[in-house]
């Protein structure tokens, strides 16, 4: 909400004058990246996470089967890649195509 003495600031998408606090955070809405599951949930932080097949994990020599539960997830700023932790494998990153939400 808009004070009386507030700067308004132009804004170019939509061809009008917004209080600088609304673009502001109209503009910090935009830069969130929204990351799906395979079958399109919405994830974030801290979600419980299956996979929906089984991966070989490069480096580490094991292959994580299918329905193998990462149980806390942490979104990377990519709207493909999550990062998690598994027992066993450091810095493990994941596909988002690859697990479903629980």
Avoid: H
Avoid at 28 to 45: H, I, P, T
Avoid at 82 to 92: E, F, Q, S, V
């Amino acid at each position: 909400m808009s004070t009386p003495d507030e700067d308004y600031v132009y804004d170019e998408d939509s061809g009008e004058w917004l209080p600088a606090s609304e673009l502001a955070a109209l503009q910090a809405k935009a830069d969130q990246v929204e990351v799906r599951d395979a079958v399109g949930n919405l994830l974030a932080d801290g979600d419980q996470v299956t996979l929906i097949k089984d991966l070989t994990v490069k480096g580490a020599g094991k292959t994580l089967k299918q329905g193998t539960l990462i149980p806390s997830i942490r979104l990377t700023g990519d709207a493909q890649e999550i990062d998690c932790k598994y027992p066993g494998i450091k810095g493990l990153v994941l596909r988002a195509e690859f697990v479903k939400k629980r």
